[in-house]
């Protein structure tokens, strides 16, 4: 039975023939070292939410959340993005996750508290 490769693994194959490298933004370098990646991407995606774009920061703050799964920040960052993109259900579960891994992050327990008041009230 073959088991399967990792995202890691799958990034680290070499490309076949064909293969065009797509275009990386300039400010996110590619590093060896996932927790400055991990940074890097939760940097951006933090700078996109203060510039009042959501949906823009979600694959910034995803990608730092995958490549260090204890950057709870960016996984609490993503469900900031969630509520403001009005997907409330999708923030719960997420909040709801980060509070499972840690459960006295006192921000996610904010988080929570704010969300399950605003869908009581709706």
């Known amino acids: 039975m073959n088991t399967p490769l990792s995202l890691e693994d799958l990034l ?7 293969f065009i490298k797509p275009d990386l933004p300039p400010d996110l370098p590619i590093e060896d070292e996932p927790e400055s990646n991990s940074q890097s991407y939760f940097k951006k995606g933090v700078t996109f939410l203060k510039e009042k774009s959501p ?7 995803y990608a730092a959340w ?3 799964e204890s950057n709870l920040k960016a996984a609490n960052n993503i469900v900031i993005a969630l509520w403001q993109l009005n997907c409330p259900e999708l923030a719960l579960k997420t909040v709801k996750k980060v509070l499972a891994i840690d459960p006295d992050n006192q921000t996610a327990c904010s ?7 605003r869908l009581k009230n709706k």
């Open 111 to 117: 988080h929570l508290k704010f969300i399950e008041r």
């Open 66 to 68: 995958v490549l260090d």
């Open 55 to 61: 949906f823009d920061s979600l694959p910034y703050l």
């Open 12 to 18: 680290r194959q070499k490309p076949g023939p064909g």
